[in-house]
């Protein structure tokens, strides 16, 4: 029971941190605002990790803990995680 309870934190912990990066996304200086846009165009609203590796420049690993810490925002169906491209912004 302790688990479910544990999952649950985690997931409205992570909703949280959705909906403050969303709020942060719209506050956006118009340059940022038209990067992301252009980012979205190219790549389309949601990345792979892979993808995202290419876009920031980064490795695997430091993708990974950006996920981790709520950096940007991501869905994750079992193993496959997409990331929300204009999200990308935070960790560039």
Do not use: H
């Not at 252009?38 to 990974?64: C, P």
Request: charged share 40%.
């Amino acid at each position: 029971m302790a688990k479910k309870d544990d999952e649950k934190s985690k997931k409205e912990f992570q909703r949280e941190c959705e909906r403050y990066l969303l709020k942060k996304l719209e506050d956006l200086p118009e340059f940022d605002k038209k990067f992301t846009q252009e980012l979205e165009d190219k790549y389309g609203i949601w990345v792979t990790v892979e993808k995202a590796m290419e876009i920031v420049g980064k490795s695997r690993s430091t993708i990974y803990k950006y996920k981790d810490e709520n950096s940007f925002i991501y869905r994750q169906n079992e193993r496959k995680i997409m990331i929300y491209t204009k999200s990308l912004i935070f960790v560039l």
